[in-house]
């Protein structure tokens, strides 16, 4: 058996990978081709006793220890080292085989073969790169294989899809569908992408928890070398934050431009008003005529409902030249609560403080602060009686707090809620909810424009049937 592997060694001079023939010490006894080759250019096999030689200092005894092994349990052993030859280091898979017996244990011999992997490594390398890139970027990824099912998604596509990386692999991506996107729509895109195109437009999806996700995605084939198709890679920019910062910019340019018009209108009726107003006036004093008497009165409460409503239009869009006082934010909150409590609507309601010692004094226009603080208690008074909820406590709670550097002032009543399609509504002028002559639906709109008008902030969170919670932000230093 010995003799036969001598006598063929020949054979290995076909195979591309280097072949050495080696003694039970270690010592090369014969090299194939390729061996040679690589050896030649080092100087020829005598400069090389052992295959130890050839490897690189920090793994020869790594390689020692295998071909140890081997030779002890009669086993074959691999390693991944590199040779150093010629001063290169060249990646190599080392493979012992089995040893094979001789006539006595040192005549033992053992076959190693030494197989170039530096363009492997190289690849791997190279995918490894690619693979870190998708991993660590902020843009969600995910491939897809050829009926669309995921194969991958990097960490940033499970942060924002909420679902986990279990619960995304192998599923259809038509779980994010916000069914806002028509079929047809989806079918071209397929169109396209199973055409061998990039695909890229901006897409709404769902997250797992049910909020949408607005993205602009971008779509490519995979190919291989035939260039035929074997999946599909999708690389997602989040335009979350830019669409709900386009949502605001939207309704505060709404905002603005009716306050603009409201000022107008205030202005051309307010003074033909005043008019009719002082010419009622004179009439009615003049006249002996009962009737004439009586239905002028009702012409002066009508004058006078509408003057109300002018004078809230020309509060929201103020004149800057009312002049700012040091004001007492806890002190305005307890009157406006005070006078609240007092109407018949709030007597079986709770009015809860918690206001903190350290909300400072503000420069605001005392008067108008306190009218927002009004009209807010007033609304949650209202919402709560008109929800009728049978003998269930209500309350009012009222915080005020220093947040961020700034003063924050919440209410929270135990109303009906706000719809969710409403919450930007109520800040507009004349929406309401209330019966003909209960509301002009200028009471938030106007505090929306006073709030704006201290560089501050009104918000609201609503649980419809449960809450609702109004906050307003103001600054501390503008
Ligand atoms: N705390 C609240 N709970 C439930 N709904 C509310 C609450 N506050 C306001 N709303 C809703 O917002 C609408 C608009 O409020 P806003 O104060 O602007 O007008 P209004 O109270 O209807 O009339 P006005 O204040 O001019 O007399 C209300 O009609 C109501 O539907
Ligand atoms: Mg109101």
Redesign the pocket.
Known sequence: MNNAFEYNFDLFDRFPSMYFLLGADGRILKTNAAANEILKKAGGIDQYAEIFDLVELCDRTKALNIFKKCLNKKTYGQCQTRFFINKELININLTFTVPIAGKDKSDTKIIAVARDITEEKQKEAELLRFYNIAEGTVNPVQITDLTGKMIYVNPAFVKISGYTKEELLGKNPRIFGSGKTSRKFWDRVWEVISGGKVWSGEIEDTKKNGEPFYSQLLISPILDKEEKIIGYFGIHRDLSEKRILEKQLIHTQKMESIGTLAAGIAHEVGNPLASISALVQVVQRDTNDAFIKEKLGLVKNQVTRISKIIR?LVDFSRPSNYELHLTNINKSIVEAVEITKVGTKAKNIQFNMKLSDDVPSLPLIPDQIHQVFL??L???V??ITEAKTNGKPNSVEVKSFVEDGNVMVT?K?T????EEN?LNK??EPF????GQG????????V?YGIVKSFQGDINIE?EPGKK?T?TITLPIET
């Open positions: 809230d009209n807010i007033i609304n949650a209202d919402a209410f009543d109303g009906p809620g706000i409403n109520v800040f929406f309401t909810t209330k209960k509301g002009t639906g200028l009471g938030l709109w505090s609503s609702t109004f």
